[in-house]
């Protein structure tokens, strides 16, 4: 397949900036919301709320994955 366009630097930044505190006047985090603010920071660049989207998917299958693998190991 394709070669990803944003590594797992990228992946972690748009993560963090998911779990952070909203700006103000938001109640909570939207895509556009993340788009903006992503996009705003330095080493990100252009990004696609559909990337944003893609990304945090990974990174939340991911976390659950090894959440599983924890609970049957103990």
Do not use: F
Not at 10 to 31: D, F, M, Y
Not at 56 to 68: D, F, M, P, Q, V
């Amino acid at each position: 397949g394709k070669p990803r366009r944003y590594g797992t630097d990228v992946e972690a930044q748009i993560s963090a900036l998911a779990c952070s505190v909203p700006p103000s006047g938001a109640k909570r985090w939207t895509l556009e919301l993340l788009e903006q603010t992503a996009q705003a920071q330095a080493g990100i660049g252009p990004i696609s709320r559909e990337t944003i989207r893609r990304l945090l998917k990974t990174a939340h299958n991911g976390i659950l994955g090894l959440s599983i693998k924890t609970r049957t190991s103990v």
